[in-house]
């Protein structure tokens, strides 16, 4: 399918009309879908004002071959490529290897992928064939996301995913997880529960118990009775009479004892939990 123009000139500007749209064709070997794939169907298909952007996908046999087990089928792959606004259609059982029958039959002008050479079995660049014939486009590569970046941080995290799933009601057979390690994963949930429950708790409870034990240590207020002094008493026998106090050294000692009791046990709890 060639691409055909028609040139008018208006205002020293170039407006370009095709007759026939510009076929494009990526390969895409992807194990999971993500967002650089999505940026770089976007490329190819804005790359010319009318681009039918064909996307082939190798079947699970060569890629698992050349490239590893993938998360999704084939089958799954294709069918959510075609749900992608920048797709006009999806070749299955694509080749991983773009051959000239292959461009030929699918009547493919140019075949997008970025400029990084992409080896294979018998050859340092599967595109060179493509290069070297003038079909190929170039696209730019979006930094910071991959497949392997993915399936890091899902091994990074097994232990929460597998308990994610265990707590949705997926059978531990499912996840291919021993009784074992079940046990074992339920275990830390519950501590990790229970650090939460007195992390959030300790503050208020803490504050409590204080004012709890001072309430119990304080001394209650005192209401002495009216002195009567007699007429007849003398100096002496006025200094003899004893007015309680409000507190004594012991007292004071207990109460600052307790409340520092419980500041070394909270420290030693936050201390545990960390």
Same mark, same amino acid.
């Given at each position: 399918? =060639?691409?055909?123009?028609?040139?008018? &000139?208006? =205002?020293?500007?170039?407006?370009?009309?095709?007759?026939?749209? !510009?076929? !494009?064709? #990526? !390969?895409?070997?992807?194990?999971?879908?993500?967002? +650089?794939?999505?940026?770089? !169907?976007?490329?190819?298909?804005k790359a010319f004002p009318n681009t039918y952007l064909l996307v082939g996908i190798p079947n699970d046999i060569e890629t698992h071959k050349r490239k590893g087990l993938t998360v999704l089928t084939d089958k799954e792959r294709a069918e959510t490529l075609r749900h992608c606004k920048w797709v006009d259609e999806v070749i299955e059982d694509a080749p991983w290897i773009v051959t000239p029958s292959f461009l030929e039959k699918h009547?493919?002008? /140019?075949?997008?992928?970025?400029?990084?050479? /992409?080896?294979?079995a018998d050859t340092d660049d599967i595109y060179k064939p493509c290069k070297e014939a003038g079909k190929f486009l170039v696209t730019q590569r979006t930094e910071g996301i991959s497949t392997t970046y993915i399936i890091t941080k899902i091994v990074r995290d097994y232990d929460k995913y597998i308990t994610r799933q265990l707590r949705r009601g997926t059978?531990?057979?499912?996840?291919?997880?021993?009784?074992? %390690? %079940?046990?074992? =994963?339920?275990?830390?949930?519950?501590?990790?529960? =229970?650090?939460? &429950?007195? %992390? *959030?708790?300790? *503050?208020?409870?803490?504050?409590?118990? +204080?004012?709890? #034990?001072g309430k119990f240590w304080s001394p209650q207020p005192q209401t002495l009775p009216a002195l009567s002094i007699p007429d007849n008493a003398t100096s002496s026998s006025i200094d003899q009479i004893d007015i309680g106090r409000s507190a004594s050294p012991h007292t004071d000692f207990a109460t600052g004892y307790s409340l520092g009791l419980i500041g070394g046990v909270r420290s030693w709890v936050k201390q545990s939990l960390l």
């Open positions: 399918m =060639l691409m055909v123009f028609s040139t008018f &000139s208006i =205002l020293g500007e170039y407006l370009y009309t095709r007759i026939s749209p !510009l076929a !494009l064709l #990526i !390969l895409v070997y992807m194990t999971r879908h993500h967002h +650089r794939h999505m940026r770089q !169907l976007e490329q190819a298909k009547a493919i002008d /140019y075949v997008a992928h970025d400029d990084e050479p /992409y080896a294979g059978p531990r057979q499912d996840l291919n997880v021993s009784w074992l %390690k %079940k046990n074992e =994963l339920d275990i830390k949930r519950h501590a990790v529960e =229970l650090r939460d &429950s007195i %992390k *959030t708790n300790w *503050t208020t409870t803490g504050r409590e118990l +204080r004012g709890e #034990i």
